[in-house]
Structures are given as structure tokens and as C-alpha cells.
């Protein structure tokens, strides 16, 4: 069973990258550290913390350890040096990756819109989405869509979505 450490920037990602990760591998044994946001003046104040968190012994286990940050620009390269400059970690450990991704995880989500439709066994009515990429704030448009059928998206909703994501069309993406 592989050990996986993932640190993510808030609780409706961390139960969705869980499931997703375990739909790929469900060997893996996951462990996620929350980041109170991803913007660079929330980042500052948990430095000390995330570094200590990378460097101690105890996770030394790990083999990946994953920072995702979704930025939803163009800045998510600069964004991912940032976060590897500001650790001040000389030589980051082998098994750790710095991710910042260009969209919100629920860009995905809009991908696999057909998945969407059946959370919970309802059957409901939106439409597909033909450029789901494109859109702003994919998080928000999700949560109206989610409303029109009488479903708040959380954590919990983010996760069962994860959990209904066609394997297949996982891993081609």
C-alpha cells in the first residue's frame, strides 16, 4: 500500500482529491493537510507550519507528497515557485511535488457533467456544458447548478461527485 500525503487549500478539495485519487488506485493510503487558501498573503503565515510538515521525520514515510493549489489563472507556474521559494527549503525531498493547477477542481467536474446529473440517483435537467473551461468561476456556476436542483455544494457533495466520475474518463484526463 503506497502512503500519500496531499495538501490542499480547503475542505471541499480535500475529500474530492481523496476520492479521485483512491478511483485511480483505491491501494492508496492518503493523508491531507489543509491550507487556509492559496492566495500568496493567506500562504505567508502557514509556511512554518507546511515546512515543518514536509520536513519532519514522521512523514518521511511518504511516497508522494503533493501541494495542490488551483489558481484559476495563468499564474499557476508562478504560483507553484512561490510556494517553493517561500518554504525556503534549499533541495525540496525527492517524493515532494508542488502542483498549482490552472483551474478549479470543479472544472472537472463540469467536464464529466454526465456523472454530475446522477449524484444522489436524481435525474436533473441541466444542461451539458460545452466549454466548461471557460468558464470563470467554476465552483460558483457548479453551486448554482447544484441549487436549481435543491443540493448544497459542500465538502460532502464534492466528494460523492468524485466518487461518481467514470473511471475511465478519470484517468484519460
Partial sequence: MSL????????????????LL?????????????????DKEKLKPQFPILKKKILDSKYSGYQLGLIICDCDSKCAP???????????????PD?????????????FFLTCIED??????KDMKFRDIKNPEAIPDPKE??????LE????????????ISLQLDKEKLEKR
Wanted: net charge positive; proline share 1%; aromatic share 8%.
Fill in 95 to 107: 517524493n515532494i511535488r508542488i502542483h498549482a493547477t490552472y483551474k478549479e477542481l470543479e472544472t
Fill in 4 to 19: 500519500i500525503g496531499i495538501i490542499v487549500e480547503g475542505e471541499d478539495d480535500q475529500l474530492s482529491y481523496e476520492a
Fill in 22 to 38: 483512491k478511483k485511480v488506485n483505491p491501494e492508496l493510503n492518503i493523508k491531507t493537510f489543509l491550507l487556509n487558501g492559496c
Fill in 141 to 146: 456556476y457548479l453551486k448554482k447548478l447544484l
Fill in 149 to 160: 436542483e435543491n443540493i448544497i455544494y459542500g465538502k460532502k457533495i464534492a466528494e460523492e
Fill in 78 to 92: 508562478e504560483r507553484a515557485s512561490f510556494i517553493k521559494d517561500a518554504l525556503k527549503i534549499a533541495k525540496l
Fill in 116 to 121: 454530475v446529473k446522477r449524484l444522489n440517483d
